[in-house]
């Protein structure tokens, strides 16, 4: 069995992390997934996708505070006439994609583990993609 | 149904990204892919895989240099004697690989989304690693 | 056939890259696979996972010294109260998660390239999560 979701994120800000963790977890117990992975796509150039704490929304201040650090909205040598260079460098620091384990029902991440849609060039409203593939038993 | 194809890829600069999309389309087409998921792995370790956009050539030139501003060529705590430590932060912070979806026979990538081999110590002649692995049918 | 192995890892330093790719080689032996993948787990928000040289330990220097130059301990700025903002960063930089191909019962990495498990807030008692999945035959 497998199944693709298109899940719909709205972002409020340039630069937001969204925790998607629990939409996931919904189109798993949709899908009846028992045994299997998730791959979650996100299908923009100026997003990406994450896992971090869950916990204290200082750390997602903390992550894209450094992030913008490290790539500033404006560089001198940006050409990229759009003027969103900064999110293109974060989208592939961070990356479009991550695979999560299925066992049991259960989205198997740590106990501080929350999955985070990255906006980068926002508010928009955007796609995440969402396939869950069984695995054949044993 | 499952496959692998060893791809060459060739490149010219010390620090250049290289769009491989058509040639990853062209492996999924050739193995008659119709539902499943694409593996790409890089199996150097100064080359990486990305997903960026596909449209104007200035976003791969910022990416570049951004990338070597974070990890300039030379610094003065550098011990490894090759040279390209710049090139190995690079490709962990790029990554390896990449998991990409296939629906219908189509590769699920966003409209403005592509796929690029990351050379970060060429030019060299490069291997990139696609495994294409069918899904069962629902 | 699959299979999920919950390995332990001890670290030492609050910084530290453990190779682990023999750990992950005895877990597909041991699972007698011969034609997949393994998906490897980081299931903690200040540890990750990477691929990179497997001959010069210096390379592991030279690629912690410049996430922690990328990433400081201390920032001005940082919010959050556990002081290893830092960590979450390099977690989220680097990545949770790989995955590897494996066939003939061999992982399938470059010359070069090893698994590493990377401490961002050791020492610790960590787990890696790695899961064998076996393809169905062409």
């Given at each position: 069995m497998h199944n693709l979701s298109i899940q719909s994120v709205r972002t409020s800000e340039r630069n937001q992390l969204v925790e998607v963790t629990s939409a996931i977890e919904r189109v798993v117990r949709e899908a009846k997934l028992a045994d299997g992975m998730v791959i979650v796509h996100v299908?923009?150039?100026t997003a990406a996708v994450t896992i971090n704490e869950n916990a204290d929304p200082d750390v997602k201040h903390d992550l894209l505070r450094k992030l913008s650090e490290l790539a500033p909205h404006h560089e001198s040598y940006y050409q990229h006439g759009e003027g969103n260079s900064d999110s293109h460098?974060?989208?592939?620091l961070v990356g479009p994609g991550i695979t999560v384990l299925v066992e049991g029902g259960r989205l198997m991440l740590g106990r501080w583990q929350g999955i985070y849609f990255c906006e980068f060039d926002g508010p928009r409203n955007r796609e995440m993609w969402v396939k869950v593939v069984e695995f054949e038993s044993p």
């Open positions: 299908p923009h150039t460098v974060k989208t592939s």
